[in-house]
C-alpha cells in the first residue's frame, strides 16, 4: 500500500470545467511533487515543493495551479484543459529534495 | 542537459537473472533511482545509488559507476510478477536547480 494517497483515482472532466486533484502524505516527506505521465512514456515533472514553497515550475501552462496548504497536502487544481492533457496524474513525496521518492497511485484524468 | 538511455524491451525466463543497463549524461550528478512500475500504476522505489559501487536487496541489486555514467538493475530468481516496466531516474543538474528526470524505461516480459 502507498503511503502518498490520491484522489480521485479517476476523473473526467470537460474543456470548461474546474477540478482538483488532492494528494496526502503523513510520511513528515517535506518535498512534494507533481509528475504527468501519458502512456508507454515516464513520468514528466510539472512541480516541486519544498517546505511548502514552489521551487520548481517546469514551465508548466497556467490552466494547472498547484497549491500546497501544508506540509501534507499538496493539490493540483485544473480550468479550461485541452484533451491533450489526458494523462495520470502523479503526486510524489521525499523526505527531502535530494532523497528518494514515493510515489501515489495516481489520478487518471480524461478531458473530453 | 540530461539524456538518459536504456533498451526499450527484454524478455528473460522465470527464474534466471537479467540485467538492465542504464547510461546517462548530465551535470551536477547527485543520484541515481530505479524504479519499477507495473501497467496502469504508479511507480515504485526500488534502489537508490549516489556513490560508485553495488546496493544489494533482496532479489534485486543496482550498480552504478559516476566515470562511465552507467547504472544497471540485476534482477535475480525472476518471478513472473516481475513483468513490468523497470524506469531508470537521475537526479542532476538542470535549466539551474536540481530535478530528477526519468528514462524511457525498459518493459521486461518474463516467460515461462
Known amino acids: 500500500d502507498t503511503e502518498v494517497t490520491q484522489t480521485p483515482k479517476h476523473l473526467v472532466m470537460g474543456m470548461t470545467n474546474k477540478k482538483s486533484l488532492k494528494c496526502e502524505q503523513h510520511?513528515?516527506?517535506?518535498?512534494m511533487y507533481w509528475y504527468k505521465q501519458k502512456a508507454k512514456k515516464p513520468p514528466e515533472l510539472m512541480f516541486v515543493?519544498?517546505?511548502?514553497?514552489?521551487?520548481i515550475n517546469e514551465s508548466v501552462p497556467s490552466r494547472f495551479s498547484p497549491e500546497c496548504p501544508n506540509s501534507s497536502l499538496l493539490n493540483l487544481h485544473l480550468h479550461a484543459l485541452q484533451p491533450e492533457d489526458s494523462a495520470l496524474y502523479l503526486c510524489?513525496?521525499?523526505?527531502?529534495?535530494?532523497?528518494?521518492?514515493?510515489f501515489g497511485n495516481g489520478t487518471r484524468l480524461t478531458v473530453t | 542537459g540530461q539524456n538518459i538511455d536504456q533498451p526499450t524491451e527484454m524478455t528473460a525466463t522465470e527464474g534466471a537473472i537479467v540485467q538492465i543497463n542504464c547510461t546517462y549524461q548530465?551535470?551536477?550528478?547527485?543520484?541515481l533511482f530505479w524504479y519499477q512500475q507495473h501497467a496502469g500504476e504508479a511507480p515504485t522505489f526500488l534502489s537508490y545509488?549516489?556513490?560508485?559501487g553495488l546496493e544489494e536487496k533482496g532479489r534485486f541489486s543496482s550498480f552504478l559507476s559516476r566515470s562511465k555514467g552507467y547504472s544497471y538493475l540485476l534482477l535475480k530468481e525472476l518471478q513472473m510478477k516481475d513483468s513490468a516496466s523497470y524506469l531508470c531516474?537521475?537526479?542532476?543538474?538542470?535549466?539551474?536547480?536540481?530535478?530528477?528526470?526519468f528514462g524511457t524505461g525498459t518493459k521486461l516480459q518474463v516467460i515461462p
Open positions: 510524489a513525496s521525499s523526505q527531502e529534495t535530494h532523497s528518494p521518492l514515493h
Open positions: 510520511m513528515g516527506h517535506r518535498a
Open positions: 515543493y519544498s517546505y511548502e514553497k514552489l521551487s
Open positions: 548530465t551535470s551536477g550528478f547527485n543520484g
Open positions: 545509488n549516489v556513490l560508485d
Open positions: 531516474a537521475v537526479r542532476g543538474r538542470f535549466g539551474g536547480y536540481q530535478k530528477v528526470t
